[in-house]
């Protein structure tokens, strides 16, 4: 069984300030985790992946998220803010990839001037 | 643009009803995944398709079917539609199996039951 939850529904952050979200999973087997983005009425986009290579992933736009097994996290960063990060975040666990991914409930970042 | 398209963006049909959602790949990606995103379930994987054949199922009802042309395009079933089907469906393409490439999305097929 897996499941993720991400803390927060909504994240509010002045421009330039850090981004944090997070993303707590629970997986029976060494997991596969993913970040995606959506810009509002657009479809999705991935961020990043871990697929059990480095613990510290870099994705695109600035975005990083770092493995942490002991805390089961996968929190998302990015330095600095920027107006055009504001979006819905999903984290999302999976077994072996993209297919059978179980995904959170979203965190709506929105970045204020 | 992720060079992934999909037909119609919208479409509005009444309860009972069956309807076809359409997602043709990335050029030279191989496989096919189809999401729901709903506002009472959240986003779902619903099915994967690899090189024409099945390859992951996920939370897809059985009144839901897809399939993968040999031109590797995808298409969704949806029959005996009901008002809890309405919500964004989603396909994305990735070049292999999944995990190890990148995956890109569409801009998705919004779906409104009456």
């Known amino acids: 069984a897996q499941s993720v939850t991400q803390l927060g529904s909504h994240v509010s952050v002045s421009e330039g300030a850090l981004v944090l979200l997070r993303c707590n999973y629970s997986?029976?087997?060494?997991?596969?985790l993913f970040w995606y983005v959506q810009y509002p009425n657009q479809g999705l986009q991935l961020l990043l992946k871990?697929?059990?290579?480095?613990?510290l992933v870099k994705g695109i736009n600035g975005f990083e998220a770092e493995f942490k097994k002991s805390e089961t996290s996968f929190h998302l960063t990015k330095p600095s803010a920027h107006m055009s990060d504001a979006a819905e975040y999903f984290c999302?666990?999976?077994?072996?990839?993209?297919?059978?991914?179980?995904f959170g409930t979203g965190t709506k970042l929105q970045v204020i001037p | 643009d992720s060079g992934v398209t999909q037909t119609p963006k919208h479409l509005i049909t009444a309860t009972g009803q069956r309807v076809t959602l359409r997602c043709s790949p990335r050029?030279?990606?191989?496989?096919v995944y189809w999401y729901q995103q709903s506002l009472d379930q959240g986003l779902q994987f619903l099915i994967q398709?690899?090189?024409?054949?099945?390859?992951a199922k996920g939370n897809i009802l059985e009144r839901f079917s897809a399939q993968q042309f040999p031109d590797l395009h995808s298409e969704l079933n949806l029959s005996s539609l009901e008002l809890g089907d309405s919500a964004l469906y989603f396909c994305?393409?990735?070049?292999?199996?999944?995990?190890?490439?990148?995956?890109?999305f569409g801009p998705g097929t919004r779906l409104l039951v009456l």
């Open positions: 871990y697929t059990s290579a480095a613990t």
């Open positions: 050029s030279g990606d191989l496989s």
């Open positions: 398709y690899y090189n024409g054949e099945e390859r």
């Open positions: 997986s029976s087997v060494p997991p596969y």
């Open positions: 999302a666990v999976g077994s072996g990839g993209y297919q059978k991914v179980t």
């Open positions: 994305a393409s990735s070049v292999d199996k999944g995990g190890s490439e990148t995956q890109y």
